[in-house]
């Protein structure tokens, strides 16, 4: 049977605010000026708009934003999760409200005072006591794992010992990424190049991962409007079609900081793998018709696991296929051309969907010639979500 | 490990509790169904392999080896000053079974390092098993 949401709606509107160390302004303020962005890209107004889907970790309320934007309806509301692994689920979500029948355009955002703020990256509020209630954390916490750095150099420690993989391989991946980053001007690391000798000069974060195997964490606002393929042709902009979306997950615990992923029978297969194999067959595509991918990259290693994963080499060639020149502009596989969380920001990878809608418009700072088929992908290694963007 | 201010685990959870107070008895413990024998871990009130809800806490051997493992030198919290390792611990006795634990500075570990579990009092009726190297 064919996937039913098959090319049937698509991405018409994408916004962004500044990416930032320091906003300065509420999540509110950041969320309503991405979506209002969104809205007119998509040459819609508020009065189009009758549908909102937010992310799990965002402290902005669906309704709290409905009013401040002005939306004169709300037919539809939404969360997914978690984290970064929502956003391609999050636009999936959005794209079944559509289709059936409950809300005729969809607002999808991420807005966060992620440095200023509250920092993901600084891992879990530790107090005198810590963990139960099904977060298990009292099983890591004391033990000093905190963060989701400290959790991916344990996974990292461990491909590289069953395959090889080396820091050069992890710094092909920051490199590449860097360099898109330097091509964009909304980038925070627009300004910073990055070379190898940088890369092993970097400092020491949670061995085996340095300061450049890190994200960017930050202040901003990403949103895109899903609607139908048919109403998308309306808009001023070309629109992205979604040619299948995809949640998938192992069924395993996920609570507390994630670090329950440790008892999985393997670290250095994710969620990706599954998802990968069902959104492939969903969109009848394989990973040799990708023309472009933006890969969830919160740490290098987490763009490694999902080389191999998303099928692009075998299991425990990623490090190889990374350090081929594979993902800079003129490789088989260029990757995140805006600079991903790595350079560009770290909007959980919401950043990630508005940057392939970009390059299936043919508008990004690092435009891959004639890309036509864009593979996104969202974080893990909690359940994840990808989908794969098309030209209408 | 005697800082006042590190964290210290909730001992009492429903589903956890029971590897807490086998730590006070020193003794390591992990869960079992007690109809079909699988290890549940973490620990969860279900056997989803046969369908039971009959589980039981039994002791193991508190000997591990080192399955994968990271040295922190970027400082997160005032009780964990850098560097220091943190390792992912698999338990002999249950294959796929793993805990992890802290290690002091930059120890000479790799995958296969054996391990043994010992048992701290981080605050009074709270025990904390951790791990050392084993030696030979």
């Known amino acids: 049977m064919t996937y039913p949401l098959r090319d049937r709606c698509a991405i018409a509107g994408i916004g962004a605010t500044e990416f930032s160390k320091k906003s300065g302004r509420s999540v509110l303020a950041l969320g309503v000026e991405a979506s209002l962005a969104a809205i007119a890209d998509a040459g819609m107004t508020v009065d189009d708009i009758d549908g909102i889907v937010r992310c799990d970790l965002d402290s902005l309320q669906h309704n709290d934003l409905a009013h401040a934007l002005g939306l004169p309806e709300l037919n539809y509301w939404g969360a997914a999760g978690v984290g970064g692994g929502a956003p391609c689920g999050m636009v999936a979500q959005a794209a079944a409200a559509v289709l059936s029948g409950q809300a005729k355009s969809v607002l999808v955002f991420r807005a966060l005072n992620g440095r200023s703020g509250q920092r993901y990256g600084h891992g879990a509020a530790v107090s005198a006591a810590v963990g139960g209630n099904g977060s298990y954390d009292e099983y890591f916490l004391p033990h000093g794992l905190l963060s989701p750095g400290q959790m991916y150099g344990l996974v990292a420690q461990r491909h590289m010992a069953e395959f090889g993989t080396t820091s050069e391989d992890f710094a092909h991946i920051a490199i590449a990424c860097r360099d898109r980053a330097n091509a964009n001007p909304n980038a925070q690391m627009h300004d910073k190049t990055l070379t190898m000798d940088d890369y092993m000069a970097g400092r020491m974060i949670s061995d085996p991962l340095r300061v450049f195997d890190f994200c960017q964490e930050t202040d901003g606002a990403c949103a895109v409007v899903v609607t139908t393929a048919e109403r998308a042709k309306d808009g001023p902009n070309p629109a992205a079609t979604i040619r299948a979306a995809v949640q998938s997950g192992m069924p395993d615990m996920q609570g507390g900081m994630l670090f329950p992923a440790l008892m999985r029978p393997t670290l250095t297969t994710q969620p990706s793998a599954s998802a990968a194999a069902k959104l492939y067959e969903r969109a009848g595509l394989g990973p040799s018709d990708i023309d472009v991918a933006q890969i969830y990259d919160c740490f290098t290693i987490t763009v490694l696991l999902q080389l191999e994963d998303y099928g692009f080499c075998a299991k425990g060639e990623g490090g190889s296929f990374a350090s081929s020149g594979a993902l800079q502009l003129d490789g088989s596989l260029p990757i995140n051309t805006a600079g991903g969380n790595l350079s560009e920001g770290y909007i959980h990878g919401l950043n990630h969907v508005v940057e392939g809608v970009r390059q299936i418009r043919g508008t990004s700072t690092s435009q891959v010639p004639d890309a036509e088929v864009c593979l996104v992908t969202s974080g893990i290694p909690v359940s994840t979500s990808a989908m794969i963007l098309t030209k209408a | ?136």
């Not at chain 2, 685990?9 to 107070?21: E, I, L, N, R, W």
């Not at chain 2, 699988?38 to 369908?51: D, I, T, V």
């Not at chain 2, 039994?58 to 080896?65: A, E, L, N």
Request: glycine residues 6%; negative net charge; contains cysteine.
């Open chain 2, 1 to 136: 490990m005697t800082d006042i201010t590190l964290p210290a685990p909730v001992a009492d959870d429903h589903d956890t509790g029971g590897y807490f107070q086998a730590a006070q008895r020193g003794e390591l413990a992990v869960l079992f169904c007690a109809k079909c024998d699988a290890a549940l871990h973490l620990p969860g009130p279900y056997c989803s392999s046969c369908g039971s809800l009959d589980v039981e806490w039994r002791t193991v051997s508190p000997t591990g080896t080192i399955y994968t493992w990271t040295v922190v030198e970027h400082q997160l919290h005032p009780a964990f000053p850098v560097p220091y390792t943190v390792a992912l611990v698999e338990i002999d006795d249950v294959p796929g079974v793993r805990l992890v634990t802290h290690l002091d500075g930059r120890p000479d570990v790799e995958i296969g390092t054996p391990m043994v579990a010992v048992f701290d009092d981080v605050r009074e009726h709270t025990v904390l098993p951790r791990w050392v190297i084993r030696d030979a």
